[in-house]
T-cell receptor, first 116, second 113 residues
Framework: DAGVIQSPRHEVTEMGQEVTLRCKPI?????LFWYRQTMMRGLELLIY????????DSGMPEDRFSAKMPNASFSTLKIQPSEPRDSAVYFC??????????????FGPGTRLTVT | GENVEQHPSTLSVQEGDSAVIKCTYS??????FPWYKQELGKRPQLIID?????GEKKDQRIAVTLNKTAKHFSLHITETQPEDSAVYFC????????????FGSGTQLTVLP
């Protein structure tokens, strides 16, 4: 299995521009998570989906952030308009129920976003 | 909601020595406790996990212990090697409801040659 795939790996954009991050979860996984990682705030859960349906978006910082999962193999995280404080590494992770109904999460390589 | 505290934030050990990282959690309903290792510039990778029905789990040089009464769990690395240098994150989750993990703030482990 190729694991969780994210693109782009690096994104540099100017303040005010729209940014779209993409994620392909591991085939067959039914949960997908978007995280943001910064030195100051650590790993923060932004939103997660179950069977393509958003379950909890309470971690989305503000209305400039939106996420979609149109099908089981693709999700996007969009920031519009972007701001310098959005600079971070964004990780996507996916999981599947295992024995005992526990959910091991597997992370993608991340997208390093820099907003100037 | 769940709150996970992790200590220490940085840890330096000599190669060959042991390292211990400790975490506490607040939600007594949490029953799944994974540990992730993140090398510089790379993704967090699951290295070991423990479920609340056991008190200890070992995998070669790595072990985790869980004390449900005290609501704390620990990662033990024995015979440390330079390649163990990384940031380690603990996390907690309750499988019966929401599936999200609550992460600790991370421990930067440095193994000195």
């Amino acid at each position: 299995d190729a694991g969780v795939i994210q693109s782009p790996r690096h994104e540099v954009t100017e303040m005010g521009q729209e940014v779209t991050l993409r994620c392909k979860p591991i085939s067959g996984h039914d949960y997908l998570f978007w995280y943001r990682q910064t030195m100051m705030r650590g790993l923060e859960l932004l939103i997660y989906f179950n069977n393509n349906v958003p379950i909890d978006d309470s971690g989305m910082p503000e209305d400039r952030f939106s996420a979609k999962m149109p099908n089981a193999s693709f999700s996007t995280l969009k920031i519009q308009p972007s701001e310098p404080r959005d600079s971070a590494v964004y990780f996507c992770a996916s999981s599947l129920a295992g024995p005992g109904n526990f959910y091991e999460q597997y992370f993608g390589p991340g997208t390093r976003l820099t907003v100037t | 909601g769940e709150n996970v505290e992790q200590h220490p934030s940085t840890l330096s050990v000599q190669e060959g020595d042991s390292a211990v990282i400790k975490c506490t959690y607040s939600d007594s309903a949490s029953n799944y406790f994974p540990w992730y290792k993140q090398e510089l510039g790379k993704r967090p990778q699951l290295i070991i996990d423990i479920r609340s029905n056991v008190g200890e789990k070992k995998d070669q040089r790595i072990a985790v212990t869980l004390n449900k009464t005290a609501k704390h769990f620990s990662l033990h690395i024995t015979e440390t090697q330079p390649e163990d240098s990384a940031v380690y994150f603990c996390a907690a989750s309750f499988s019966g409801s929401a599936r999200q993990l609550t992460f600790g703030s991370g421990t930067q482990l440095t193994v000195l040659p």
